[in-house]
């Protein structure tokens, strides 16, 4: 039956179980807009493509699945960047779809860019749908390479001409496949026991890898069963719950001291699905001495003087090695974890500590500042709570647009945004969405006038602060005019309370947060 091209995309998205998309409608798309318009995806207009693909990167994360943006050519898709490198970054599958000028149109469109070479660059797979394929297939080659693992970002251009060609067929024999690496080599995993058998104070880190390969279930029973204590990436947090004895903790310049100390003292280390970046291993003379088995389905994490590289899905690693250690002897707990109470008298580690009291389960999305030092230490993450923050990209202005996109994964579920004025400014156009759709999300606006991270390090680094200063903003007027029931917590103990009051419609709180409150920081400046 002969249709529109636009309308084939659509069909190939409809084929991939994709029911929400998130956008903001432009010329160089409308007539897949059009298309969508009779579909039954939903499409979540949002108030700006960096905010729409952060909103794709927190869906795919919550739901554990592909999450898809869509935008105009030129300015819409840079726009969309942040978001597909922050998903590149931390492996998160999510596809942009975006529209480009006409090919006779190039050189006179003033909103040409050629964005496909600059996707290449931050994608697993960048792609140009032409006639030359079914458009479909095309869209359906994007979703199934962010979606084999390792995961990640795609990127799909379609130009207006395309867009608007008529097909004779739109035929999808191409399947939507997502391709496990579960081969393994009997002789590795023969080595990792041999390795155990011989550890005295064996560790395993668990990485990011863990998680998307859903993998937990296997890490706790290995865990377990072979007395191995666990610690974690920033990003590996969730890979074992954190109120396990057997998790002492995620590492790293941002990480718990008996993580890090157990870190130091093993012998023999087990990196599952784990980047080492300078964030998680500030130093690489910590693992010197050490022997070390690095599982890793992306060739380019693999740290370079590990003992042994395994390419593998860790799920799939951590089954087979189940397998193969009959006889191994349980080993007596060699690093016993200590409950730790952490001393920080600050009103944003009170208002923090009253948040994580009340809301228990859900998905708390955290923007880049102070609070989020604050926000990563007090948290306790487990398989009903859980953290989305984009780890490996770091950008501000991403808790807001993400928190919508973990709203919208399944109904009733609990999201909390933390975010500080700062990212706040940078992201407050999307309340206008969260209005719109009377969304619950919660948010916990730390107002301390400023950019309070940059302002810390500058005056440990250079005595005194430079341009980190913002003049006051009346934030609870601002949500409101936006239609969102907000308040200034009178006290930061209230926060909590003042949340659970609250379910069940969008609500902002305020904290007010003197500008010289700090957090703990580890200096370093390189």
């Known amino acids: 039956m002969a249709m529109k091209a636009a309308k084939c995309i659509v069909k190939a998205l409809e084929k991939a179980k994709v029911s929400v998309v998130f956008g903001i409608p432009g010329r160089w798309v409308l007539p897949i807009y059009e298309a969508l318009r009779s579909s039954k995806i939903r499409h979540v207009l949002m108030r700006d493509e960096r905010g729409a693909s952060y909103a794709a990167y927190g869906y795919a994360k919550a739901r554990k699945w592909v999450g898809v943006c869509l935008s105009t050519a030129g300015p819409g898709a ?72 390792p995961t990640g970002p795609s990127y799909v251009e379609a130009s207006l001409g395309l867009q608007l060609s008529e097909i004779k067929n739109c035929k999808t024999d191409f399947q939507l496949i997502t391709i496990k690496n579960n081969t393994l080599c009997e002789e590795d995993v023969t080595q990792v026991v041999k390795l155990l058998n011989k550890a005295k104070r064996p560790l395993i880190l668990a990485g990011h890898g863990v998680i998307l390969a859903k993998a937990h279930k296997s890490l706790q029973s290995f865990s377990i069963k072979y007395g191995i204590p666990v610690v ?172 919508i996109g973990a709203c919208l994964v399944k109904k009733g579920v609990e999201v909390v945004a933390l975010v500080g004025d700062g990212g706040f400014q940078m992201s407050c156009s999307e309340l206008a969405t969260i209005s719109q759709l009377n969304l619950p999300i919660k948010i916990v606006l730390f107002n301390n006038r400023g950019l309070g991270l940059i302002r810390q390090q500058q005056e440990a680094f250079y005595g005194v602060s430079y341009e980190t200063s913002f003049k006051d903003v009346d934030y609870v007027k601002l949500a409101e005019s936006f239609g969102i029931e907000s308040v200034k917590a009178e006290k930061p103990e209230d926060v909590g309370r003042l949340i659970e009051e609250n379910r069940g419609q969008p609500f902002l709180v305020e904290v007010d947060v003197d500008p010289r409150e700090t957090v703990p920081l580890k200096r370093r400046l390189e």
């Open 232 to 403: 974690t990436s920033l990003l590996g947090r969730g890979a074992l719950s954190e109120y396990s004895n057997l998790n002492l903790g995620w590492i790293g310049l941002r990480g718990n001291e008996q993580a890090n100390l157990a870190l130091s003292q093993c012998d023999v280390l087990i990196i599952l699905g784990c980047r080492l970046s300078d964030l998680t291993i500030t130093s690489r003379n910590i693992l010197v001495g050490k022997r070390i088995v690095h599982v890793e389905l992306d060739e380019r994490n693999f740290y370079d003087k590990a003992d042994l590289k395994i390419k593998a899905d860790v799920k799939a690693f951590l089954e087979c090695l189940l397998k193969h250690m009959k006889g191994f002897t349980k080993k007596p707990l060699w690093f016993k974890k200590k409950r730790v109470e952490y001393a920080y008298k600050g009103v944003m580690s009170k208002a923090l500590k009253s948040v994580f009291k009340h809301v228990r389960k859900g998905f708390f999305t955290i923007d880049i500042g102070q609070h989020a030092i604050l926000a990563l230490t007090l948290a306790k993450v487990s398989h009903k709570k859980s953290l989305i923050i984009p780890g490996g990209l770091a950008p501000m202005g991403f808790a807001i647009p993400a928190a």
């Open 78 to 149: 840079l726009n969309a960047l942040p978001g597909i490198v922050a998903a590149y970054r931390d492996h998160i599958p999510v596809t942009l779809i975006s529209g480009q000028v006409s090919e006779e149109n190039v050189e006179a469109s003033v909103e040409y860019v050629d964005a496909l070479s600059i996707y290449r660059h931050v994608t697993k797979a960048a792609l140009k749908i032409s006639l030359a394929e079914t458009p479909s297939n095309t869209v359906l080659k994007a979703l199934s390479s962010s979606l084999t693992p």
